[in-house]
């Protein structure tokens, strides 16, 4: 380790043995959001000071690991606080001299975020996030930059709160891989097409 940065093995041990938390979930995301890691595997001085300096907390263990178990169970409830992680993420996962992040790693992150103790993807009768994933596997060969990142969270709220996808317009912001995808999902019969787009065909 150098004197301003733990590397993979002091972060891991850190995270781990005294923050308690589990590195196979949205947890590590958790905690590495409020320690400000500029990487993941990684913690850096600043953001470690600077980081719980502005979560309130006292510079012991004991109280950041009371600290991070709070936010953890707040995770999936909690749309602001998912979507300060969520963002952090794309951050910490691409390489510093990067814009975007491969779909593979993409694919990694958002089963992680979507899973608990995160905020599942899902409405009362579709995975969005499966239907999401089936569609960039077969339709999507670039890497994910971060409007496509942000804006994929964006739908999926939307999305949750709106399973016929109503709001969507082609008129309307959105990424054309999200337009795609809600065309998509139509026209494949995945998601019923609205009464007047039926009318009109």
Same mark, same amino acid.
């Given at each position: &380790? ?31 959001? $409020?320690?400000?890691?500029?990487? $993941? ?24 690991? %009371? ?26 996962? %691409?390489?510093?001299?990067? %814009? ?13 975020? /979507? ?14 996030? &499966? ?5 960039? +596997?077969?339709?999507? +060969? ?14 999926? /709220? ?44």
């Amino acid at each position: &380790d150098s004197p301003d940065s733990l590397a993979l093995d002091s972060t891991s041990t850190y995270l781990q043995d005294k923050l308690a938390v589990n590195p196979e979930t949205a947890e590590l995301l958790v905690a590495m959001e $409020v320690a400000q890691a500029p990487a $993941v595997g990684e913690i850096s001085r600043k953001g470690f000071v600077e980081g719980w300096k502005a979560a309130g907390v006292p510079p012991n263990t004991k109280d950041q690991a %009371k600290h991070v178990r709070s936010l953890i169970k707040q995770l999936s409830t909690n749309a602001a606080l998912f979507k300060k992680v969520y963002r952090y993420t794309f951050i910490a996962a %691409k390489e510093p001299d990067q %814009k975007a992040i491969s779909l593979e790693y993409a694919f990694i992150y958002w089963d992680t975020l /979507f899973s608990p103790p995160g905020m599942q993807w899902k409405s009362e009768n579709y995975d969005w996030l &499966d239907l999401w994933k089936t569609y960039l +596997t077969d339709q999507w +060969t670039r890497s994910v930059n971060r409007d496509m990142w942000n804006m994929t969270l964006e739908f999926a /709220f939307k999305s949750m709160q709106d399973e016929t996808l109503s709001f969507w317009s082609e008129d309307g912001a959105w990424p054309s891989v999200i337009d795609d995808f809600v065309i998509w999902c139509r026209d494949s019969g995945r998601v019923p097409k609205p009464e007047k787009m039926e009318s009109d065909a």
